[in-house]
């Protein structure tokens, strides 16, 4: 029985330990190894391999106390997050279940990104009225004044006065929302 899977698992967010076997030469950045222990016992733990720097695997992460002798075999973690799903290695369903989501997904972006550009005024003063610095002090004054009911310090600087603005805009938004 081979020792730390539950700790590999949680470390790496797994379900269970990956089945592809390492091939001996190709890159990969996450991969579980079966540690040789003394008395012949085993041990999980995680190793990378960079094909071009490294020698050999790297151990990253070792779970367990006891020192290890060497490497008995290596399985890689697929990166699922990679964008082409041809090269993921899992079965069919879950290849095309996968692209469902990826299309879910650019949709979605595409409608948040639609709403983001509506919500962000495209005035460089932030608020159709308001064209010069003498007009955005004024505004903010007469904001300050009547809404507020205080009299804050204008800001100085020109983009200060903007940010300001911005974030009254920002407020303004988010309680009509």
């Known amino acids: 029985m ?19 076997q390492w091939d001996g030469k190709s890159s990969f950045k996450v991969g579980v190894a079966v540690l040789n222990a003394p008395f012949k016992q085993q041990t999980y733990c995680v190793v990378a391999y960079d094909a071009e720097k490294d020698k050999k ?20 973690v ?9 090269k993921w290695d899992v079965n ?3 290849r095309k279940a996968a692209e469902e989501i990826k299309e879910e997904v650019k949709e979605l972006e595409k409608a948040n990104s639609k709403e983001d550009a509506d919500a962000l005024p495209t005035n460089e ?16 004054r007469n ?13 100085t600087d020109e983009e ?7 974030a009254i805009y920002s407020e303004i938004n988010s309680k009509q929302e």
């Open 160 to 166: 200060t006065l903007k940010m300001r603005l911005l």
């Open 143 to 155: 904001y300050n004044k009547k809404l507020r009911g205080k009299h804050n310090r204008i800001p």
């Open 92 to 94: 069919e369903e879950s």
């Open 2 to 20: 081979i020792q730390k899977e539950k700790e590999v698992l949680d470390y790496l967010h797994l379900p269970s330990i990956p089945k592809k």
């Open 57 to 76: 695997p790297r151990v990253t992460k070792v779970f367990s106390s006891e020192p290890y002798l060497d490497i008995e075999s290596i399985f890689v």
């Open 125 to 140: 003063w932030i608020f159709p009225e308001i064209h010069n610095r003498e007009e955005a002090e004024a505004w903010l």
């Open 78 to 86: 697929p990166a699922y997050m990679d964008e082409d799903t041809q």
